[in-house]
């Protein structure tokens, strides 16, 4: 999983210490505004009690995301609603850890409409803090590669790189024959027979700076080399790329047709 493996290049440590750094940031202002029916404490209590909250939330954010991140159906989903699914799954074991911790503090007891209204807190709250952790952290131009390496017949088979000042931006590892450029948030990822890197600028630019790669834009969030191609499937109106790579690239109505003509 992308997400562990990057431990070894101290990007997700990094990211979680940052991760931490803001729920301590933000615990005196939950403190103070006591959701959760902590409102008798000490303000010491409440304190100590949202800093381990908001970093457990964190943490199990990251599992959550880490263990989701290699799936199809997730890396097929805009961000936005990668970024609600993630919060809705990691609501649940949640649960368990704001229960024990709100039982301790205040002797709060478990009961079906209880754990529905803390599981929608937790939605919410979680909300504000993921957006307000992603406001306060801004990611590197150049972020951590994947590590997923390539198989060995796809690298046999791999003609010359193409130079371009895209794949000038991409760490060493992965740097390699550019496959496929998709849109994420502020970013873009680019996929190589070497792996993936997210790069910090819009899908427009990095188009211009794939050259003299061939390819040709097929959704409003992903671009894709013609050698990279392997088929292509059309679903009603839309329509699904497959890669070299193993991904499947959607195509949206407006392409269409140029991308049919092309590879049916």
């Known amino acids: 999983m992308r997400d562990f493996a990057n431990v070894r290049n101290g990007n997700w440590l990094q990211k979680r210490g940052a991760e931490a750094c803001v729920a301590l940031g933000v615990s005196p202002a939950f403190a103070w505004i006591r959701p959760f029916?902590?409102?008798e404490q000490t303000f010491l209590a409440r304190f100590g009690?949202?800093?381990?909250?908001?970093?457990?939330?964190?943490?199990?954010?990251?599992?959550?995301?880490a263990l989701l991140s290699d799936r199809r159906f997730?890396?097929?989903?805009?961000?936005?609603a990668r970024r609600a699914l993630v919060i809705g799954l990691a609501a649940f074991p949640m649960i368990i850890?704001?229960?024990?911790?709100?039982?301790?503090?205040?002797g709060w007891e478990a009961s079906i409409v209880g754990v529905?209204?803390?599981?929608?807190?937790?939605?919410?709250?979680?909300?504000?803090v993921a957006l307000l952790a992603k406001a306060l952290m801004p990611e590197r131009a150049e972020a951590e590669p994947a590590i997923e390496a390539p198989s060995q017949a796809l690298l046999a088979v791999a003609p010359p790189v193409a130079v371009s000042p895209l794949a000038a931006r991409l760490p060493l590892n992965v740097r390699g024959r550019?496959?496929?450029?998709e849109m994420e948030d502020h970013y873009v990822r680019v996929h190589t027979?070497?792996?993936?890197?997210?790069?910090?600028?819009?899908?427009s630019d990095a188009i211009a700076e794939a050259q003299p790669v061939a390819g040709r834009q097929v959704h409003r969030s992903w671009w894709v080399s013609d050698e990279a191609v392997e088929g292509f499937e059309r679903v009603g109106r839309t329509g699904a790329i497959r890669l070299v790579n193993g991904a499947r690239a959607p195509v949206s109505q407006r392409y269409l047709r140029s991308v049919e003509d092309s590879f049916a």
């Open 97 to 106: 850890v704001a229960g024990a911790a709100t039982n301790a503090l205040t």
């Open 49 to 65: 009690y949202w800093s381990g909250v908001l970093v457990c939330w964190f943490m199990l954010m990251a599992t959550v995301e």
């Open 37 to 39: 029916g902590v409102d």
């Open 178 to 181: 550019i496959l496929c450029l």
């Open 116 to 128: 529905a209204a803390m599981y929608w807190k937790i939605v919410m709250i979680g909300s504000i």
């Open 74 to 80: 997730f890396q097929n989903l805009p961000p936005p």
């Open 193 to 203: 027979d070497r792996g993936s890197a997210l790069v910090l600028m819009r899908l």
